[in-house]
């Protein structure tokens, strides 16, 4: 879908009452979105991702307890997680976005690949996914997030992660995905120093970022990094809605930040679009006066996963 037809209808849909346009966003979703072919692979391969970063830092994910911001329609990444040995997750979010069709199209997900996944990871996999996929999950939401809880995944929303309900030094890791490209700048100070909190002392955060334009998702005839042409006034203005906001932070700007709250990067891996990266370069591409003297590099990355230490 053209991004500018996109974004009105975003813009249109935000201004009508919380819960009519949430539900309404959800059901265009659902039978014209990103939404109508559901596949949770990515979301699985996160926790993958987040169990192999642990590995290798020694650290051990069974008898842990995690916090995850930004839930979405389905906590996949934290039920992942516990699948694949997580004491606890508590996961959290702005909005209650959590959409029980999209829980179910998981669970049949799980089922359908059931066995590749216990060949894959037969250790870690068997007996837990025996379990989850044993459990009875056709009934109400609440009886989804009851039944969710009692296996150790505390799902909270609404919920300001910047001032959470939780006693200090509480958890052993922090993760996220795709959730921090959508927070504001300000925002991400605060929910890391919240964080900071909550986490004993030594523990890691890990967070994968999108610094892609995600109407590019969906618009194919626009750059991954088109969002960067217009000014912030323009671009509140295609993009602010609660729908599409996105902070176009670079990952130089995210590196500032969490220097600045003095959390050590122990692991970094990044994404560099080289076609990108040469269209900066030769002045292929239009961008803002904000970014414009910015490191091609960093302009030209759209993706990377950090996994950091906190040192009390």
């Known amino acids: 879908m053209n991004y500018q037809i996109k974004s009105l209808i975003q813009n249109f849909i935000a201004l009508l009452p919380n819960n009519f346009s949430n539900n309404l966003y959800f059901f265009l979703q659902r039978r014209l979105g990103n939404l109508k072919k559901f596949v949770p692979d990515g979301q699985f391969q996160a926790a993958i991702k987040i169990k192999k970063i642990l590995d290798n830092n ?8 995690l916090l995850e911001i930004g839930s979405g329609r389905c906590p996949i990444t934290s039920i992942s997680l516990w699948l694949l040995g997580a004491e606890s997750i508590t996961t959290v979010d702005i909005n209650f976005y959590f959409r029980k069709e999209i829980f179910s199209d998981f669970v049949n997900w799980l089922e359908d690949n059931k066995y590749f996944l216990i060949k894959r990871y037969p250790e870690i996999l068997k007996k837990r996914l025996d379990i989850f996929l044993g459990i009875n999950w056709d009934q109400s939401m609440d009886e989804i997030l009851i039944k969710l809880r009692n296996l150790g995944i505390n799902y909270i929303a609404p919920c300001d992660a910047s001032s959470l309900n939780i006693e200090d030094n509480y958890f052993e890791y922090q993760f996220s995905y795709n959730v921090i ?16 909190r909550v986490l004993k002392k030594d ?14 998702h969906s618009d194919k005839n626009i750059s991954p990094i088109n969002f960067l042409r217009f000014s912030n006034f323009t671009f509140s203005i295609l993009a602010g809605n609660k729908f599409m906001y996105m902070n176009r932070l670079r990952d130089d700007d995210i590196q500032n930040i969490f220097k600045k709250l003095k959390l050590k990067i122990i692991h970094y891996e990044n994404f560099v679009d080289s076609n990108i990266k040469n269209d900066i370069y030769e002045n292929k591409l239009k961008l803002d006066k904000r970014f414009i003297n910015k490191n091609p590099i960093h302009l030209a990355t759209l993706e990377s996963w950090y996994c950091l230490k906190i040192e009390k």
Request: proline fraction near 5%; charged fraction near 30%; hydrophobic fraction near 35%.
């Open 203 to 216: 523990s890691l955060l890990i967070n994968n970022i999108d610094y892609t334009d995600h109407f590019a």
């Open 58 to 65: 020694d650290r051990k994910l069974n008898s842990s307890k």
């Open 181 to 196: 490209e959508h927070v504001p700048p300000y925002m991400i100070e605060k929910i890391f120093l919240e964080f900071k």
